[in-house]
T-cell receptor
Framework: KAGVTQTPRYLIKTRGQQVTLSCSPI?????VSWYQQTPGQGLQFLFE???????NKGNFPGRFSGRQFSNSRSEMNVSTLELGDSALYLC?????????????FGPGTRLTVL | AQSVTQLDSQVPVFEEAPVELRCNYS??????LFWYVQYPNQGLQLLLK??????LVKGINGFEAEFNKSQTSFHLRKPSVHISDTAEYFC????????????FGTGTRLQVTL
């Protein structure tokens, strides 16, 4: 079974631009969560999508948004990029039911904002 | 809200020696507890988890952890480490109602040398 895939793996943008990152979950998984990893703030939860609906949200500004498609693939968008948005963005997928289901992480997209 | 404290940012250890990585958490509700490992340029891999039941949990690669509710701790142990265990280790917590929303500690860098 293929794992979680994230594209692109590396991205360089300049301040003020916007960016879209993609995450393809494991087949059959309906939940996708996104995390930001930076040296200063560590790993922080951005949001979770389940069956095309945002189910949970972290404490990030509205510049960070996401969506999920009917095939469970998810995208996250960051508008008006700031230098502090440079980070490794990880997504994780799970079956997403009401009980605990293990989250499987992708390799991440490393975003550099210049 | 939950929080996780990993007091040791780095732990150097010789190969075949035992190791303990410390994790303390804070939460006002029932929690699930996790340890993840991250190798360079990779995503996170689940080592082990505590959901309920026995307080001693065993994971992959010979790791184990003990949940101590009175001390709000979930320390990770391995009786004999290998060079390949060199990596970043993250302790994480979620409340039982939103298991997909993980709160991570700042990580402990385990450096195994000959």
């Amino acid at each position: 079974k293929a794992g979680v895939t994230q594209t692109p793996r590396y991205l360089i943008k300049t301040r003020g631009q916007q960016v879209t990152l993609s995450c393809s979950p494991i087949s059959g998984h309906r939940s996708v969560s996104w995390y930001q990893q930076t040296p200063g703030q560590g790993l922080q939860f951005l949001f979770e999508y389940f069956s095309e609906t945002q189910r949970n949200k972290g404490n990030f500004p509205g510049r960070f948004s996401g969506r999920q498609f009917s095939n469970s693939r998810s995208e996250m968008n960051v508008s008006t990029l700031e230098l502090g948005d440079s980070a490794l963005y990880l997504c994780a997928s799970s079956l997403g039911g009401s009980t605990y289901n293990e989250q499987f992480f992708g390799p991440g997209t490393r975003l550099t904002v210049l | 809200a939950q929080s996780v404290t990993q007091l040791d940012s780095q732990v150097p250890v010789f190969e075949e020696a035992p190791v303990e990585l410390r994790c303390n958490y804070s939460s006002s509700v029932s929690v699930y507890l996790f340890w993840y490992v991250q190798y360079p340029n990779q995503g996170l891999q689940l080592l082990l988890k505590y959901l309920s039941g026995s307080t001693l949990v065993k994971g992959i690669n010979g790791f184990e952890a003990e949940f101590n509710k009175s001390q709000t701790s979930f320390h990770l142990r391995k009786p004999s480490v290998h060079i390949s265990d060199t990596a970043e280790y993250f302790c994480a917590v979620s409340d039982t109602g939103t298991a997909s929303k993980l709160t991570f500690g700042t990580g402990t860098r385990l450096q195994v040398t000959l």
